[in-house]
């Protein structure tokens, strides 16, 4: 079972990209889901996380008020709109999924896979390359 990611591309800087993860039905309402991305050279970081029911969501710093993570219900799909888009942005995009017990359970999965090392989350889908250039 994988999770699919889609929606990358080729932007210039100032631009928006929208990221779709596609969810198994069994996963998509009872796991925390979250994107993760990782540049040639660096380390994976947490994006943006989303809980299961409760609203909960988590955003790295450098993208708080440009990125807005979100489900769809009706299609079980968890959304990234990438606005004001800037260089260091480019990555591969990967989405992955992990049910986990509150508190913070967004917080939690999108720390606990960031950094160097190379655990990943239980269900952790193929990337989609995104590349912000002029």
């Known amino acids: 079972v994988q999770l699919q990611a889609s929606g990358g591309g080729f932007v210039q800087p100032g631009g928006s990209l929208r990221l779709s993860c596609a969810v198994p039905?069994?996963?998509?309402?009872?796991?925390?889901i979250g994107w993760f991305r990782q540049a040639p050279g660096k380390e994976r970081e947490g994006v943006s996380c989303?809980?299961?029911?409760?609203?909960?969501?988590y955003y790295t710093y450098s993208v708080k008020g440009r990125f807005t993570i979100s489900r769809d219900n009706a299609k079980n799909t968890v959304d990234l709109q990438m606005n004001s888009l800037e260089p260091e942005d480019s990555a591969v995009y990967y989405c992955a999924a992990e049910r986990l017990r509150p508190p913070a359970v967004s917080r939690r999965l999108c720390t606990a896979y960031s950094g160097s090392h190379e655990y990943t989350a239980p269900y952790w889908g193929q990337g989609t390359l995104v590349t912000v250039s002029s």
């Open positions: 989303i809980s299961s029911s409760d609203g909960d969501t």
């Open positions: 039905r069994f996963i998509f309402g009872y796991y925390t």
